[in-house]
């Protein structure tokens, strides 16, 4: 249509010059205004001010710099969209858009792959198992998407131990009953670990684990990290055992539809974001493990040693004994191929 035709039509419909210039300018103005920026909202499990919410800020800042503002984050800290397994469900669905947390088993408890104690027994390793483009992060990332999310970086936080409220009892022998009890989270992985390392196992909930230490209901703790003590346990923790127990790693996920909604330059800008996200992480995770030990000795915890000896002979009892059934749990067809190409 020719623009007089099409002026012509304009102002018939509009009822006359003066009403269609209103309607035009009105419609320039409209189309100068800049498209509003796309606000993801992202939960996290710790506080704010921690370490992780620290680098999820700086994460933001960088997504925002590289896509000229278009592109934000709104963090919530502390669980405030619920707890991680809630968390998972909902960005699942769409209800919430990204997370930096553990995988949830709840969904499909083949995630339990990637809980295994013992894949690796130091950093090294650990990138070794972890890291990008590694057979158990794919299978991770493929476990994910089959619930509409999209995985784009891990987040490297600790080595596992235990904590207790009482001294340690030959933390490093492997021989008969320790006669402990502690608390584990309520996943099969962890209370066949403790019950493998001659402790006592308590599935308790981690809302009630506190006062179950305190109380003495259990004895200590099992399946955090310093980090994870010293937030929430350091005035029950006297003694810690650096057992290596498993490796917390947490990831970096988004609703698949929310990632595919948004532009090609924002979804790269996204990615390169996330990249580096992950590799400043393990440039200083096992720096910021010690300093975290650190804060329970400062606090007064013992700081029970195990030596690399004691370390590699729990390890091999522990995968003997443990992963056939998880594995058996978990689908022995399916798992037991990840595990050959990480340790091939």
């Known amino acids: ?39 993801l909202r992202i939960s996290h499990v710790r506080p704010q001010g921690t370490v992780v919410d620290k680098d999820i800020r700086q994460f933001g800042d960088a997504l925002k710099k590289a896509t000229n503002g278009d592109l934000k984050l709104r963090v919530y800290a502390a669980n405030a969209l619920g707890d991680y397994t809630l968390v998972q469900e909902r960005i699942a669905v769409g209800a919430i858009d990204m ?21 690796a027994t ?19 990332a493929s476990l994910y998407a089959r619930q509409g ?20 009892k030959n933390p490093g022998d492997l021989t008969g009953s320790k006669g402990i009890k502690l608390r584990v989270p309520p996943i099969k992985s962890f209370q066949l670990l403790a019950d493998n390392l001659g402790y006592i196992g308590s599935p308790i909930p981690f809302s009630e684990a506190f006062t179950a230490v305190e109380t003495g209901v259990v004895d200590g703790v099992i399946g955090s990290g310093a980090e994870g003590y010293y937030a929430s346990f350091r005035d029950v923790t006297k003694t810690y055992i650096p057992l290596n127990t498993h490796f917390e790693i947490w990831y970096l996920i988004i609703n698949s539809e929310r990632f595919d909604d948004l532009s090609k330059a924002d ?15 393990w440039q200083y995770a096992e720096d910021d ?7 329970l000795a400062d606090n007064g915890t013992r700081i029970e040693p195990v030596s690399e000896q004691q ?15 998880i594995l058996n749990d978990i689908g022995q067809k399916w ?9 091939h």
């Open 99 to 119: 997370a930096v947390q553990p995988a949830s088993t709840a969904t499909d408890r083949r995630m339990q792959i990637g809980l295994l104690p013992y894949l």
């Open 289 to 295: 493990q010690a300093a975290n030990e650190k804060k």
């Open 311 to 325: 370390l590699s002979k729990i390890a091999q009892h522990v995968r003997q004994t443990v992963w056939p059934e």
């Open 267 to 281: 979804q790269q800008a996204l990615k390169t974001a996330a990249a580096d996200f992950e590799n400043r992480r």
């Open 149 to 168: 999310i999209t995985l784009l970086a891990a987040y490297p936080v600790y080595f596992g131990g235990i904590s207790l409220n009482r001294a340690a």
């Open 1 to 39: 249509m020719k623009f007089t035709n099409l002026y012509k039509k304009l102002t018939h419909l509009a009822g006359g010059k003066s009403t269609l210039c209103t309607l035009m300018l009105a419609t320039a103005t409209f189309c100068a205004l800049p498209v509003s920026a796309e606000t």
């Open 335 to 343: 798992g037991q191929p990840i595990l050959d190409k990480t340790f």
């Open 122 to 140: 130091n950093w090294n390793q650990a990138h070794q198992v972890f890291g990008t483009d590694t057979p158990l992060r794919e299978a991770i």
